[in-house]
């Protein structure tokens, strides 16, 4: 156990890329977020009206401005951090299992970071100017039990599929991410091809328990195949 928290204290010696990018990145999108809402009211959109408010809650700004980041993260987390892990004694076990731990510090980090201004928009009525950033739908529409873990979810998914192609290029080399990615395209490809003329049922089937299921199952076999890829890894 001592040797995983060591893997994960490895992470955090790097908090500037870890949790002040990222906040900068939420704080990013809420700027435009609150820009574009202003430009929308000056150019004589009602923000009393149910059609305004139903729009701006389709806001997806939140949902899609993290993952690009984190999947990086993820992947260079892995990529510089695994061979001073084990030069520090860590097995290929140990370092997969501190890796997830840091990643769900850090995902926690972000579900606290947006509960907070989640709070803070919703007491200020929307940052005092009709502006909706956190209050949508996607996230629960203000619920904070809906937000938690859907942010939780998204940045841990986010950062293990990182993860699993960072340890992919540490154990193939430069071939090995882009390999891997034709790979796991073709198999949804085929996933599609099986799948769509259920498509209907399968999408009225969906809720976000099923997401959220669905969720924790990509996030464990990407740390799966990132175990698999390292056991046979050389240190660079």
């Known amino acids: 156990m001592n040797r995983i928290f ?129 209050d949508v739908y996607l996230l629960g529409a203000g619920d904070p039990l809906v937000l938690a873990p859907t942010v939780f979810l998204i940045a841990f998914v986010s950062m293990s599929i990182g993860g699993y192609f960072g340890a992919v290029w540490v154990r193939f080399g430069s071939k090995g991410p882009t390999i891997s990615a034709i790979g796991l395209g073709l198999v949804l490809v085929v996933l599609l091809l099986v799948f769509v003329p259920q498509a209907g049922e399968i999408l009225a089937a969906v809720t976000r328990p099923v997401l959220a299921a669905v969720a924790v199952g990509v996030a464990l076999l990407a740390l799966l195949g990132t175990w698999l890829a390292m056991r046979r890894a050389s240190v660079r």
């Open 6 to 134: 060591k893997v994960t204290r490895l992470h955090l010696n790097k908090p500037q890329l870890m949790f002040s990018a990222p906040a900068q990145i939420v704080g990013a999108v809420l700027i435009m977020t609150a820009l574009i809402a202003i430009v929308l009211q000056r150019a004589g959109l009602d923000p009393s009206q149910p059609d305004f408010v139903e729009g701006a809650r389709m806001n997806s700004g939140m949902i899609w401005a993290l993952p690009g980041f984190l999947i990086y993260y993820g992947v260079q987390a892995v990529a510089t951090t695994y061979p001073f892990a084990l030069a520090l004694g860590a097995s290929r076990r140990a370092y997969v299992l501190g890796t997830a731990i840091a990643n769900a510090i850090l995902a926690a980090f972000l579900t606290a970071l947006m509960l907070v201004l989640l709070g803070l928009e919703l007491a200020t009525n929307h940052w005092f100017a009709n502006i909706y950033a956190l």
